[in-house]
């Protein structure tokens, strides 16, 4: 049986309100307002708990992915909360259109739409994959350019902010300071201001010296990095409100930018062409893409510097870290990038760290869970945790999981001890060669 509904049309940007499953909380406020900006009604869905997976489990098999099976859930249940006009709702979900299976997400959901008596509603897709041609959102020039602005001062923001609320003297300033700079920046995007390259690179000094104006009292604290599938790693419906747990543990929390998934999808288009052949003039203009990106992300890590706070290197410095543990050519899912965070993590002082992932996602398992011991071979005081996310895993299993990491980190913060030496080359093959001799 062929499940459709309709597709979105450039005539619906007027007529319909699109609603949008909700991920990387600040970016995706800072989206809503670049789409507002170009004539989109938009919602970002703000539904969670355990009904929404409940209800993603009715319509979705539960071996699919677990955040199609979350997002789907958001839809259907934001669709019957009767909020909505349902001859005038939309609904926009991304595709990465990769190896694994977030490229069938919008067929998954169409078929879960169709069976909840939902056919009438059109989905609309946000892809670069070339997915669902019919159906994809409209993205003009400026549409994209105040996207990836969003990304960039909402990146910015989350990690000012992390590094920020675990030591502020004033309980509230932080999240106080962050929502003032997502009001200012909205006001931006929607007055088409400061989202051109030139313009973010000054206004990024500005939100750094403002956070740095924030009364603090710096005390030793467990620092935890969070890695993993994408979704998984930034949506607290997906990962059962992560960071806000870490921080009640009274932690400093870093959760590596969006921005860099963005900047790793660009830069597999080289490596593609690099191992198995293609069109040369692609490969330069995405090498040309990622230098433009990469030269305003060091911008905002210069501003962070200059300001006093941590910032990681630039993106062409995050692909070399993997080399020796993984090829740049382990791409489904996360792939090298997913190893390559854990190993930033771990040198810039974020050596606890929580991996997550959904339960059954292959890719992830091989490029998180499986990398561990690579990385720890290498960096001895490296104390990562990987925790599967699954409908049927429960709340108090992943956090108890997580406490015994942070258990480790506080006695490692209490009573610190000589680094440990990493483990040679011949010694991660198993040591030296051994001669065989025989006994006349």
């Given at each position: 049986m062929e499940y459709m509904t309709p597709n979105f049309t450039k005539d619906m940007v007027k007529t319909h309100k699109i609603l949008i499953p909700n991920m990387a909380v600040t970016q995706f406020r800072l989206m809503q307002a670049a789409l507002a900006s170009e004539g989109y009604q938009t919602e970002v869905l703000g539904n969670c708990g355990s009904e929404v997976a409940q209800l993603g489990l009715k319509?979705?098999?539960?071996?699919?992915?677990?955040?199609?099976?979350?997002?789907?859930?958001q839809f259907l249940d934001a669709l019957n909360s009767g909020k909505y006009d349902l001859e005038h709702t939309a609904l926009l979900i991304t595709q990465t259109g990769g190896g694994c299976r977030a490229s069938n997400y919008i067929k998954l959901l169409r078929k879960a739409l169709v069976k909840a008596g939902?056919?009438?509603?059109?989905v609309a897709s946000l892809n670069f994959s070339g997915l669902e041609k019919g159906?994809?959102?409209?993205?003009?020039?400026?549409?994209?350019?105040?996207?990836?602005?969003?990304?960039?001062?909402?990146?910015?923001?989350?990690?000012l902010r992390s590094q920020t609320y675990p030591y502020e003297d004033r309980r509230g300033d932080a999240d106080a300071m962050t929502e003032k700079w997502?009001?200012?920046?909205?006001?931006?995007?929607?007055?088409?201001?400061?989202?051109?390259?030139?313009?973010?690179?000054?206004?990024?000094?500005d939100i750094a010296a403002?956070?740095?104006?924030?009364?603090?009292?710096?005390?030793?604290k467990v620092k935890v990095g969070v890695v993993g599938e994408i979704y998984v790693k930034y949506s607290p419906l997906g990962n059962n409100d992560l960071e806000k747990f870490l921080e009640s543990q009274d932690c400093?929390?870093?959760?590596?930018?969006?921005?860099?998934?963005?900047?790793?999808?660009?830069?597999?288009?080289?490596?593609?062409?690099?191992?198995?052949?293609?069109?040369?003039?692609?490969?330069?203009?995405?090498?040309k893409f990622l230098g433009w990106l990469d030269g305003i992300g060091c911008a905002s890590y210069d501003a962070m510097r200059k300001y006093g706070f941590y910032a990681p290197g630039s993106f062409r410095e995050l692909m070399k870290k993997p080399e020796g543990i993984i090829s740049l050519g382990a791409k489904m899912g996360e792939g090298w990038l997913l190893t390559a965070e854990m190993i930033e993590l771990v040198e810039g002082g974020y050596g606890n760290i929580v991996c997550a992932q959904p339960f059954g996602c292959l890719p992830n398992h091989i490029v998180g869970k499986g990398m561990i011991n690579k990385i720890r071979a290498l960096h001895p005081d490296a104390n990562i945790t990987p925790v599967d996310y699954d409908p049927s895993a429960t709340r108090v299993n992943q956090e108890n999981r997580i406490k015994l990491?942070?258990?480790?980190?506080?006695?490692?913060?209490?009573?610190?001890?000589?680094?440990?030496?990493?483990?040679?080359?011949?010694?991660?093959?198993g040591g030296a060669p051994q001669v065989a001799t025989t006994v006349q």
């Amino acid at each position: 049986m062929e499940y459709m509904t309709p597709n979105f049309t450039k005539d619906m940007v007027k007529t319909h309100k699109i609603l949008i499953p909700n991920m990387a909380v600040t970016q995706f406020r800072l989206m809503q307002a670049a789409l507002a900006s170009e004539g989109y009604q938009t919602e970002v869905l703000g539904n969670c708990g355990s009904e929404v997976a409940q209800l993603g489990l009715k319509y979705v098999h539960n071996d699919t992915c677990y955040p199609a099976l979350l997002v789907i859930g958001q839809f259907l249940d934001a669709l019957n909360s009767g909020k909505y006009d349902l001859e005038h709702t939309a609904l926009l979900i991304t595709q990465t259109g990769g190896g694994c299976r977030a490229s069938n997400y919008i067929k998954l959901l169409r078929k879960a739409l169709v069976k909840a008596g939902y056919g009438n509603i059109p989905v609309a897709s946000l892809n670069f994959s070339g997915l669902e041609k019919g159906s994809g959102l409209p993205l003009t020039l400026p549409l994209l350019r105040k996207v990836i602005a969003s990304i960039f001062y909402g990146d910015m923001l989350v990690a000012l902010r992390s590094q920020t609320y675990p030591y502020e003297d004033r309980r509230g300033d932080a999240d106080a300071m962050t929502e003032k700079w997502i009001s200012t920046i909205q006001g931006w995007i929607r007055g088409d201001k400061n989202y051109s390259a030139h313009d973010m690179k000054k206004r990024f000094y500005d939100i750094a010296a403002d956070y740095a104006t924030i009364p603090i009292t710096r005390v030793p604290k467990v620092k935890v990095g969070v890695v993993g599938e994408i979704y998984v790693k930034y949506s607290p419906l997906g990962n059962n409100d992560l960071e806000k747990f870490l921080e009640s543990q009274d932690c400093e929390v870093n959760l590596p930018g969006l921005m860099g998934f963005v900047e790793y999808c660009v830069a597999n288009y080289r490596l593609d062409i690099d191992l198995y052949g293609g069109n040369k003039l692609v490969a330069g203009g995405a090498d040309k893409f990622l230098g433009w990106l990469d030269g305003i992300g060091c911008a905002s890590y210069d501003a962070m510097r200059k300001y006093g706070f941590y910032a990681p290197g630039s993106f062409r410095e995050l692909m070399k870290k993997p080399e020796g543990i993984i090829s740049l050519g382990a791409k489904m899912g996360e792939g090298w990038l997913l190893t390559a965070e854990m190993i930033e993590l771990v040198e810039g002082g974020y050596g606890n760290i929580v991996c997550a992932q959904p339960f059954g996602c292959l890719p992830n398992h091989i490029v998180g869970k499986g990398m561990i011991n690579k990385i720890r071979a290498l960096h001895p005081d490296a104390n990562i945790t990987p925790v599967d996310y699954d409908p049927s895993a429960t709340r108090v299993n992943q956090e108890n999981r997580i406490k015994l990491m942070l258990a480790v980190a506080r006695e490692k913060l209490d009573t610190p001890i000589a680094p440990i030496r990493p483990l040679t080359a011949e010694e991660l093959a198993g040591g030296a060669p051994q001669v065989a001799t025989t006994v006349q």
